[in-house]
T-cell receptor, first 110, second 114 residues
């Protein structure tokens, strides 16, 4: 089983819609969780950290479910500029290495 | 803002050549990482370093070596390039001292080995 699993998509969503995707992780000792965003042919950049209580940053909401070992990302009122690949990222066993999912590709359609 | 730079955006090399990829960060970060990214496989860790002259193998170190002579610079070396090392190479750095903290990436080097 992969350490971090994501649905690769693609998700094709009309502008203004709400879209959500999940990511599951296998290591129950994982402590830190992130969503990174990667635009086509660019480097990954941190979108947001994911906290136990859930957190929101504008149109983006991240949730963590430790019991079921998944994290989620919700994007409300989607914009064309949200088109990107979203990488689920989890730390390994409390150390400084991160494990990256293969990403979920999102395309917002005008 | 953290800035991570990589020496080349695109490189074309021949099989058997020795290849050097350089990465420099300007934020006095302790940790530096080298990944490769391939379609369908995501980012895979090649090597990382917690300190000057210190290195640890990642998940796929075979065919690669690294050097960290100065804190700000982390080099990836392909001793004898092979076609299966054609990939996007990404360098990253993080502050250090805490588990699972944010990593900041350079723009990447697309390497083609012919």
């Amino acid at each position: 089983r992969k350490e971090v699993e994501q649905d690769p998509g693609p998700f094709n969503v009309p502008e203004g819609a709400t879209v959500a995707f999940n990511c599951t992780y296998s290591n129950s000792a994982s402590q830190s969780f992130f969503w990174y965003r990667q635009d086509c042919r660019k480097e990954p950049k941190l979108l947001m950290s994911v906290y136990s209580s859930g957190n929101e940053d504008g149109r983006f909401t991240a949730q963590l479910n430790r019991a079921s070992q998944y994290i989620s990302l919700l994007i409300r009122d989607s914009k064309l500029s949200d088109s990107a690949t979203y990488l689920c990222v989890v730390n390994r066993r409390g150390n400084e290495k991160l494990t990256f999912g293969t990403g979920t590709r999102l395309t917002i359609i005008p | 803002d953290v800035k991570v730079t990589q020496s080349s955006r695109y490189l074309v090399k021949r099989t058997g050549e020795k290849v050097f990829l350089e990465c420099v960060q300007d934020m006095d970060h302790e940790n530096m990482f080298w990944y490769r990214q391939d379609p369908g496989l995501g980012l895979r860790l090649i090597y990382f370093s917690y300190d000057v002259k210190m290195k640890e193998k990642g998940d796929i170190p075979e065919g690669y070596s690294v050097s960290r002579e100065k804190k700000e610079r982390f080099s990836l070396i392909l001793e004898s390039a092979s076609t299966n090392q054609t990939s996007m190479y990404l360098c990253a750095s993080s502050l250090g001292g805490r588990a699972g903290e944010t990593q900041y990436f350079g723009p990447g080097t697309r390497l083609l080995v012919l």
